[in-house]
């Protein structure tokens, strides 16, 4: 089997690639999503599903290790339960962060040195300690070749939960969805077609 990775918000767009190119490198991938969600994480190619909401993921998985951990949910309820499976020199890979909506809202002073400190110590110190931390960024700088070749490729597809008509009240409702983060997918408007 290939290097373990655990892929936490496995069902949600980045997720769902995330586990299509890990598979397609061939790891091994445990997958963190909602019970409703399991079968599409499951199409995708996950090796393994957990259902966070029948207990808290850390302790289905309390006797599993890990190499590199994905977080594509955040919070620092994630990274606690996720810590204790990290293997020694293993990673931490978060794209949102300690502090969840942290791209939807301002810092105060306080919260942004601490969340800096945070991420200082953490990068700088990981090495030394068991794991490390790596705080992704929300949109990389990539370019249009580099896409093709990591993602379009490798055959990745986001998993799309809905499309809905061009029209005021289907968007209206895909956008409340959306603000939930608990879509299941992309939700596609149908530029053409209208209710």
């Not at 599409?40 to 993921?57: E, N, S």
């Not at 309820?77 to 809202?105: C, D, H, L, N």
Request: glycine share 12%.
């Amino acid at each position: 089997a290939g290097v373990r990775c655990l892929v936490v918000g496995a069902s949600g767009a980045l997720g769902t690639v995330m586990v299509q190119l890990l598979k397609k490198s061939g790891a091994h991938v445990t997958a963190v999503c909602s019970g409703k969600n399991a079968e599409t994480v499951r199409g995708m190619g996950a090796d393994q599903v957990i259902d966070y909401t029948t207990k808290p993921f850390g302790e289905q998985l309390a006797a599993d290790k890990f190499v590199v951990v994905f977080d594509f949910v955040g919070g620092t309820e994630v990274q606690r339960e996720s810590a204790p499976m990290i293997e020694r020199g293993g990673m931490y890979v978060t794209a949102v962060g300690r502090v969840k909506g942290w791209q939807f809202r301002k810092f105060t002073t306080g919260e942004f040195c601490g969340a800096l400190g945070y991420m200082m110590r953490a990068s700088c110190c990981g090495c030394f300690g068991k794991y490390t931390w790596a705080l992704a960024q929300p949109y990389p700088p990539l370019t249009a070749a580099i896409w093709k070749e990591t993602a379009l490729d490798a055959g990745a597809r986001a998993a799309i939960a809905e499309e809905v008509p061009f029209a005021e009240a289907p968007i209206r409702e895909a956008l409340r969805r959306v603000a939930t983060h608990h879509a299941g997918g992309r939700l596609v408007i149908n530029m053409k077609r209208s209710s």
